[in-house]
């Protein structure tokens, strides 16, 4: 079963567990890739305690079209490779999108073994695209085009460009 909690509900033991379960999930997981998915809402599927499958949500702000769109946006979405397609990746994605109501849109930068996952839950790919408010003004993403998602937010033109707010590492 899916547990939601607050990272500051979560305890210094929780919060090395979750570091250790994404380091295993992704391999090249880097500090700041951790630091996106904190201050949040985590969804967390455990099998007799262990943790089996993450994600959280986040918000930060998205600009399309002049609008500051606030932003669910989510992060550090994996399953345990030995308990996948069994559900657990749309559990904590439906744990997550249940938190929409409190935002204009849910976004999220998809990996390629996401896609299917995201699609299959309708969420939708953005056309358009994007780019980052940088230190010193709007800098183009283009690796990034074509890899955005979002769910929710109807009326927005998803082939309009998309701006992220900045961070340090991945901006997307
Ligand atoms: C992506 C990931 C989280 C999916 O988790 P999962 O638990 O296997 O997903 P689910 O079992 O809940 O799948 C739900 C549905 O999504 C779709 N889906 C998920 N993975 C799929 C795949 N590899 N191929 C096709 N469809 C897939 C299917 O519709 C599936 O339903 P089904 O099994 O009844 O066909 C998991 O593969 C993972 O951790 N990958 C590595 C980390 C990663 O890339 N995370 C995404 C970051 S953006």
Redesign the pocket.
């Known amino acids: 079963m899916v547990t939601t909690r607050h990272t500051a509900q979560l305890s210094a033991v929780e919060l090395t567990e979750i570091r250790a379960f994404l380091d295993a ?2 391999g090249d997981f880097s500090d700041q890739d951790w630091e996106h998915g904190l201050g949040g809402q985590h969804a967390l599927v455990r099998e007799d305690g262990v943790l089996v ?1 993450h994600g959280s949500l986040v918000m930060r702000r998205l600009l399309v079209g002049g609008r500051s769109l606030r932003t669910g946006y989510v992060e550090g ?3 345990r ?1 030995d ?10 994605m439906a744990a997550l999108e249940a938190l929409a109501p409190v935002y204009d849109v849910l976004a ?7 896609i ?2 995201y699609e ?2 309708g969420w939708r790919l953005w056309r358009g695209p994007t780019s980052v408010l940088g230190p010193s003004g709007p800098e183009p993403t283009p690796d990034d085009d074509g890899s955005i998602y979002v769910l929710g937010g109807e009326g927005l033109d998803q082939d309009a460009p998309i701006a992220c707010d900045h961070r340090a590492g991945d901006v997307w």
């Open positions: 999930a992704f499958a979405v994996a399953v490779p308990r996948r397609r069994r559900g657990y990746g749309a559990e904590v999220l930068s998809a990996s390629d073994e996401g299917p996952l299959a839950r």
